[in-house]
Structures are given as C-alpha cells and as structure tokens.
C-alpha cells in the first residue's frame, strides 16, 4: 500500500504569482504616494518654518534695538570661505546693492556673525529666540535654492531661477 505524502512547500508558479501581486501592489503605492513630490512638499514646509522661525526673531531684535545690518546688503545664506562679497558665486548684479556672504564656520552663528548680521544672542526679550541660523534644504546656487535677507524694513527671501518659487515673508 502506498502512503501519499501531504506536501506543504509552495511551488514555483505560486511563489511566482504572489510575487507578481506583490510588485503590481507595489507599483501602484508608489505611483499613488508619489515619494518626489512628497520630499519636495517637505523640504517647502521646512523652508516656510524656518522663515517663520527668522522673522519672528527679527521682530524681537527690532524691539530690543539690536542692530539689523548695513542697508543696500542682500545677505546670502551660502557660505563661502576668503569671498565676504560672494563675487565666487556668480550672483546677479543688483544696481545700488552688493551681496555679503559669512564664511563656513561662521555662516549658522547666532551673534552677528553668521549670513544674518543680527546678534539674536544679545536680545534681552526672549535670549534664546533662534539657536541656530536657518539655512534652504537644498541652498546653493546651482539650482538657485537660497536664502537671502535685506536690511531696513527687512525682506526674507528663499530666492529661486525656477518660476513661481519665490517666498517672501
């Protein structure tokens, strides 16, 4: 008499169909989430937060009578070492205006030294209002993804060649 023996493996064509539901399953999730724009629409709230974050803190330093920086500036959030005019970058030139750059050890600092020439550490207000100097996710000039700062009735701008990305606050 023979004994039938019960298989409990699965065989290769079923191993072949439920990995194919597995990659067409996989296919439309990815297709659905879309990952790039996902990134994109999270780098744009960090950028926002961070204006947010700088304005507010600009706001303090007015009442505290801090010094806010040299009027005709625009203050570029990309550090560059030994070019405190950013000429290396090959910015647009702005009739009446010149450009400062902080150095890459400098460019995050809160005391006036960093891309931002406001000392936040010596606000009596609120002292610890900004720890740190927010820069653009992305921040270089090759994909024209920077922040900028003008002094006087200050301007915050994460300036962009790209059309319809321009964010003032």
């Keep these: 008499m023979k004994h039938l023996k019960s298989s409990k493996a699965f065989t290769l064509v079923e191993m072949l169909i439920v990995l194919g539901i597995v990659a067409i399953l996989v296919a439309v999730v990815v297709s659905v989430l879309n990952p790039a724009e996902f990134f994109r629409q999270t780098r744009d709230s960090r950028r926002l937060s961070d204006l947010n974050q700088l304005d ?3 706001n303090l330093a007015t009442l505290d ?3 806010m920086g040299t009027t005709s500036v625009v203050y570029v959030s990309i550090p560059v070492d030994g070019d405190p005019d950013c000429s290396s970058l090959g910015l ?3 009739p009446g205006w010149t450009y400062a750059c902080s150095d890459t050890t400098n460019y995050r600092k809160v005391d006036g030294t960093g891309w931002v020439p406001v000392n936040f550490s010596a606000l009596v207000t609120v002292p610890s209002a900004l720890n740190v100097l927010p820069i653009d996710p992305t921040n270089s000039t090759s994909t024209g993804l920077y922040y900028t700062y003008v002094t006087g009735s200050w301007e915050l701008t994460r300036y962009s060649n790209q059309p ?3 964010l003032n606050i």
């Design 56 to 58: 507010q803190a600009l």
């Design 65 to 67: 009578n801090v010094s």
């Design 92 to 94: 647009p030139a702005i």
């Design 164 to 166: 319809n990305i321009q």
